[in-house]
């Protein structure tokens, strides 16, 4: 059996779900938090764009 690593942190993947996708349950939950604070919109974004 192939051994899969987190592409995130290296560790040893052994969840089945956690292998498909590429990433651990701790990983992937920092990913995503991340990914929305990056597009998250503040209201000082919102008063540059109308003015």
């Given at each position: 059996?192939?051994?899969v690593v987190?592409?995130?942190?290296?560790?040893?993947?052994?969840?089945?779900?956690s292998i498909?996708?590429?990433?651990?349950?701790?990983?992937?939950?920092?990913?995503?938090?991340?990914?929305?604070k990056k597009?998250?919109?503040?209201?000082?974004?919102?008063?540059?764009?109308?003015?």
């Amino acid at each position: 059996m192939e051994i899969v690593v987190c592409q995130r942190c290296g560790r040893k993947l052994k969840n089945k779900k956690s292998i498909k996708k590429g990433y651990g349950p701790t990983c992937e939950q920092k990913l995503l938090q991340d990914f929305y604070k990056k597009r998250q919109i503040t209201i000082d974004d919102i008063l540059k764009m109308k003015g």
